[in-house]
């Protein structure tokens, strides 16, 4: 993930918000967001090549989201892939304060920034800068910087996800909202190491490179009752593909819904 907008406890009905757009090269193969067969609690996507992931839920109420750190001017260590601290923790069937301990005896690997927890109870780290912190009540934004920097992105990305929210929470219209191709001014560019035509190519919310862009958009929802929506739209070079929504009661004894082929407001109904 490249841009992660969370609002936590900002909601009359909705106490975790999160709507995020996935950045990668288009040529790394990607599965796209399911229940996993090996692991039927979890769904999210997967990554083909390194075989982690960079967003996911389980049944359970359990989620973690993951971007780069970027910084170009530092070495990167040789180590495993980022996504499998998201996948570690969707299968490791704890609670997100046993996490920690894992968290802070991590192998060294390239930097990353991690939000996770279980409902609206969040936890944010950066590794290997930042020790995990629980994250407070309010809007929070996070790239590839740490968490709540003031990227323009970030901040765009805010404003954006809360205007799209009324008094009732669409999955659809917080995808819409994502797909922002907007550059930030050059005066408000971070300095991560990358050439100013390079930063400014990934300054928009969503990316349309010809060899690198938003790859998939993706919104997380917990209605106060407990349910989950995990609602994910793909994008093909640019362009709309499909949008899938899945949703799971934590409380329920049931099996999570299966994938559905357009949005609904799944949520209010309960």
Not at 117 to 128: E, I, K, L, N, V
Not at 185 to 209: A, H, K, N, W
Not at 210 to 228: D, I, K, N, P, W
Request: glycine share 8%; proline share 10%; aromatic share 10%.
């Amino acid at each position: 993930m490249c841009l992660i907008i969370m609002g936590v406890e900002v909601h009359p009905d909705y106490p975790l918000i999160m709507a995020s757009n996935r950045d990668e090269f288009y040529a790394r193969p990607t599965r796209p967001a399911q229940w996993w067969p090996s692991a039927p609690h979890i769904c999210a996507g997967r990554d083909l090549k390194a075989g982690g992931t960079w967003c996911g839920l389980t049944c359970d109420g359990r989620w973690a989201a993951l971007t780069n750190y970027r910084d170009f001017t530092r070495p990167v260590p040789d180590g495993p892939t980022r996504g499998t601290v998201v996948t570690d923790y969707l299968h490791a069937d704890t609670a997100p304060e046993q996490y920690l301990a894992a968290l802070r005896t991590l192998t060294p690997r390239a930097p990353f920034n991690l939000l996770f927890g279980r409902g609206s109870t969040a936890y944010y780290m950066a590794h290997p800068d930042r020790a995990p912190e629980a994250v407070e009540p309010g809007w929070h934004g996070l790239s590839n910087a740490y968490l709540d920097t003031p990227w323009p992105k970030v901040n765009r990305g805010k404003q954006r996800i809360i205007d799209a929210i009324g008094d009732r929470v669409h999955p659809e219209a917080l995808l819409d909202a994502l797909h922002d191709t907007q550059p930030a001014p050059d005066s408000l560019l971070p300095d991560t190491g990358l050439p100013l035509d390079r930063e400014r190519q990934v300054s928009p919310m969503f990316i349309t490179g010809e060899q690198y862009g938003t790859r998939a958009s993706t919104v997380m929802l917990q209605h106060r009752s407990g349910r989950f929506l995990f609602a994910e739209r793909l994008y093909v070079y640019g362009r709309e593909a499909t949008t899938r929504t899945f949703t799971c009661d934590p409380t329920s004894a049931t099996p999570p819904d299966t994938a559905r082929q357009a949005s609904t407001d799944l949520l209010v109904s309960v």
